[in-house]
């Protein structure tokens, strides 16, 4: 009986003491949240104020990546920010509603660019929204690079962001190349092995320095040799 009582006085106190931090605890977090929210209205930066898209378009731009798949296959993808799509709407006007959104790719193999040099180009039509299109490719071993933009129905085409080179793979083994050995001559005497350069490359002064200097360090070696005892 004794025990029971104690137990239920123990139990009151801990509830006791749980009301009495409560209140504390949720000063604290409304002290916090009111020194958040002075700091926040100090800068002009309320939860109204803040919109995230616009941030978003402010530290990102438009981009397009090209990777290749396969020899035949490429794969595409991009970001294009509204700020660049209302600038396209600006530029183009009336005709916006009409264009197609493309991707221009240039062939660029084995060439520095130069805005007029490509090989040749072709467009590919796309769903500006998929952000990503698969295209197929008739020929492989291949560098390109790729321009997003709005094509209007009278060919205009209005660029909106350009991708890196990208170079498909082969579509099969590299041919054998013949094998090119360099001659060298064995000196049996001295035990070096010397390469035949033409005496023009190598004039008969330049030899004979670098024949002496061969000749006192073989000396200089055998000397050493002897004085430890080495023997051939």
């Not at 801990?14 to 002290?31: L, Q």
């Not at 209205?41 to 939860?47: D, N």
């Not at 959104?101 to 007029?116: C, E, K, P, S």
């Not at 002496?212 to 000396?219: P, Q």
């Amino acid at each position: 009986m004794i025990k029971s009582i104690e137990g239920k006085i123990a139990e009151n106190q801990d509830i006791e003491k749980s009301k009495s931090c409560k209140p504390e605890s949720g000063k604290r977090e409304k002290a916090e949240q009111s020194d958040l929210e002075i700091s926040q209205s100090a800068h002009g930066l309320t939860r109204d104020s803040i919109d995230f898209r616009d941030l978003y378009e402010e530290y990102c731009e438009s981009r397009v990546v090209l990777l290749p798949v396969e020899p035949y296959l490429i794969h595409a993808y991009w970001d294009v920010t509204s700020n660049d799509v209302d600038k396209a709407k600006q530029r183009l006007g009336d005709d916006y509603g009409k264009s197609q959104a493309i991707l221009r790719f240039y062939d660029v193999t084995n060439i520095i660019f130069d805005g007029t040099n490509a090989h040749g180009s072709f467009d590919v039509d796309i769903d500006l929204q998929s952000k990503n299109w698969y295209v197929d490719l008739w020929s492989a071993d291949k560098s390109y690079f790729v321009d997003l933009g709005f094509k209007t129905r009278d060919g205009f085409f209005l660029p909106v962001t350009r991708s890196s080179v990208a170079k498909t793979p082969c579509a099969r083994p590299a041919p054998e190349a013949d094998e090119h050995y360099m001659f060298v001559a064995e000196d049996a005497e001295e035990g070096l092995s010397k390469i035949k350069v033409p005496e023009e490359l190598f004039p008969q002064s330049i030899q004979a320095q670098y024949k002496k200097k061969v000749d006192f360090d073989l000396t200089e070696m055998s000397e050493k040799a002897f004085t430890l005892g080495i023997s051939s």
